[in-house]
C-alpha cells in the first residue's frame, strides 16, 4: 500500500509544464510577460495541451456550453461527485505565466502523481479550465465560473462581445469549443484552487502557505459634492461653499472608516475630481469614488453607515449637499470549513509556514463555492506582483502549492472512508 502521506509531486515536472505552456501567448522580448485572450491562438493551443496531457494519463475530457474543460479521472466510488482543482488558463493582455495558470497546471500535476503511484481516489478527480476568468476579452470576468453558479444565464454569456463586436458564442463556434455539456449539470464534491497570492503578505511574512478562508465583500459608491463655484480672490472664507473644502475632510473620514476594524476594514478612493478646475476658482462641484472592503455583511454595513453619517454631517456643515449613489456591490464568500481544514491539515503536515487569510481579488472559487465546498491555497508571489508582465513565483513556490493540493485533495477524498489502489 502507497503510503499516502509521503506522496509528493514531481516539482521538475510541474515546472516544466510550467514553462512549456507558457510559449502559447508569450509576449516577444520580455522575460515572463503573456497575453493569452480567452480563445484567442494561444488559448486554444494551451488548451489543446491541456486535453492532450489529461488524455494521456487516462482522463476522459468534458467540454461545457461555454467551453470550459472538464478533464476527469474516474474513482472507486462510481455514485460519488468529483472533486475538482480548477482555475484558468486565460491572462490579462500583458499579465504573467502564473496567475490561474498555476493551479490548473498543478492540478494536472496532481493526477499526474497519482497515476504515477496507481492510486485510485474514492471521489472521481476533475480537472478544470474555467473560461474567460480575466475578463479581458469579454466582460464579465469569471463569466463561466458565474454561470456555473447560477449568477448569470448562458444566453447573457454567450451574448457578451470583444472590441471587435465578436460574440462569446461565436468565439467558441469559431475555435471549436463549443461544447455541448450543459453548463452547471455536472455536480462537484469540492472544488480547490491553488493561485498566486496577488498580494505582498505571505512575502512580506515570510510565509509559504496562504490558507484562504474566504474573499471579502466590496461595495461601490460613486459620490458628489455639491457647493458653489467663486472667485478666489474676492470671497471670503467665511462666505464660501467650497466642494473640495467639503469633499476632502469626507475623504478624511473615509480614511478613518477604513481604519475602523484593523485588519479587516479597507476604504479607498480611487477617483477625486473637482470641477470646473482653475487655479484661482474654489471647486463648486467634487466627483469621487469610494471602495469600502469587508470580509463580513455586518462589517459592511457599519461602514457604509458611517459614510452615510459622515456625508450627512458634511453636507449641513460645509452647505454642500452631498449624494452617495451605490454602483456594485459584490458579498463576502465564506469557503468551506471543511474544505478550509483539509487544506490546513495538508499545510502542517508538509511543515509548510502558513497564515489564514481572505482573498483581496475575485476568482472562479468565489462563484464555485455557491455550488460547491470550495476552498483556496495561495502560494507568494514576488513583490506581490500580478496582472502583470514582471508577475513571478519561485519553483520552490509552485512545489509546494502542489504538494499542499495534492495532500488536501487526498485529506478530503478520504475523509469518510479509505482510499483504495489499483492492483
Ligand atoms: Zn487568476
Not at 22 to 43: K, S, V, Y
Not at 236 to 244: F, G, K, N
Not at 284 to 300: C, K, M, N, Q, S
Not at 342 to 366: F, N, P, Q
Request: glycine share 10%; proline share 5%; net charge negative.
Amino acid at each position: 500500500m502507497t503510503d499516502h502521506a509521503a506522496l509528493r509531486v514531481d516539482a521538475d515536472r510541474l515546472w516544466r509544464s510550467l514553462n512549456e505552456t507558457a510559449r502559447f501567448g508569450a509576449i516577444p522580448d520580455t522575460a515572463r510577460g503573456m497575453c493569452r485572450l480567452t480563445l484567442g491562438e494561444a488559448d486554444i493551443a494551451v488548451r489543446r495541451w491541456l486535453i492532450a496531457a489529461c488524455e494521456a494519463i487516462g482522463m476522459t475530457i468534458v467540454i461545457d456550453q461555454l467551453g470550459t474543460i472538464i478533464a476527469r479521472r474516474d474513482g472507486s466510488d462510481p455514485a460519488l461527485a468529483p472533486i475538482a482543482m480548477g482555475s484558468h488558463l486565460d491572462t490579462q493582455p500583458t499579465g504573467g505565466r502564473f496567475d490561474g495558470i498555476l493551479g490548473v497546471l498543478a492540478g494536472l500535476e496532481v493526477v499526474r502523481t497519482l497515476h504515477d503511484a496507481g492510486i485510485v481516489t474514492r471521489h472521481p478527480l476533475a480537472v478544470i479550465d474555467w473560461t474567460n476568468e480575466e475578463g479581458a476579452r469579454f466582460a464579465p470576468a469569471m463569466v463561466a465560473s458565474g454561470v456555473f453558479a447560477g449568477e448569470f444565464s448562458l444566453d447573457y454569456a454567450l451574448a457578451q462581445r470583444d472590441r471587435d463586436g465578436v460574440t462569446l458564442g461565436e468565439a467558441l463556434a469559431l475555435a471549436g469549443f463549443a461544447g455541448d455539456a450543459p453548463v452547471g449539470a455536472q455536480a462537484l464534491a469540492a472544488h480547490f484552487e491553488l493561485h498566486i497570492e496577488q498580494g505582498p503578505v505571505l512575502e512580506a511574512e515570510a510565509l509559504d502557505i496562504g490558507v484562504v478562508s474566504g474573499v471579502q465583500g466590496i461595495r461601490w459608491f460613486d459620490v458628489v459634492v455639491r457647493g458653489q463655484t467663486c472667485h478666489a480672490g474676492t470671497t471670503p472664507m467665511a462666505l464660501r461653499r467650497d466642494a473640495l473644502h467639503s469633499a476632502a475632510r469626507l475623504a478624511l473620514a473615509v480614511d478613518q472608516i477604513g481604519r475602523s476594524d484593523p485588519g479587516r476594514s479597507l476604504a479607498t478612493i480611487g477617483l477625486f475630481q473637482a470641477y470646473p478646475g482653475s487655479r484661482n476658482t474654489a471647486p463648486g462641484e467634487v466627483r469621487l469614488t469610494v471602495d469600502l472592503r469587508h470580509p463580513e455583511v455586518a462589517g459592511l454595513d457599519r461602514m457604509e453607515a458611517a459614510l452615510g453619517e459622515s456625508a450627512s454631517a458634511l453636507a449641513s456643515e460645509c452647505g454642500t449637499p452631498i449624494t452617495v449613489t451605490p454602483i456594485w456591490s459584490s458579498p463576502p464568500v465564506c469557503f468551506d470549513p471543511g474544505v478550509i481544514a483539509a487544506i490546513t491539515r495538508a499545510t502542517e503536515r508538509l511543515g509548510h509556514s502558513y497564515r489564514t487569510m481572505l482573498s483581496g481579488a475575485g476568482h472562479d472559487s468565489v462563484y464555485t463555492a455557491r455550488v460547491a465546498p470550495t476552498g483556496m491555497i495561495f502560494v507568494p508571489c514576488e513583490a506581490g506582483i500580478s496582472h502583470n508582465i514582471a508577475e513571478n513565483i519561485t519553483p520552490a513556490d509552485a512545489e509546494r502549492g502542489a504538494n499542499v493540493l495534492l495532500q488536501a485533495v487526498l485529506d478530503y477524498d478520504r475523509s469518510a472512508d479509505s482510499v483504495s489502489k489499483v492492483a
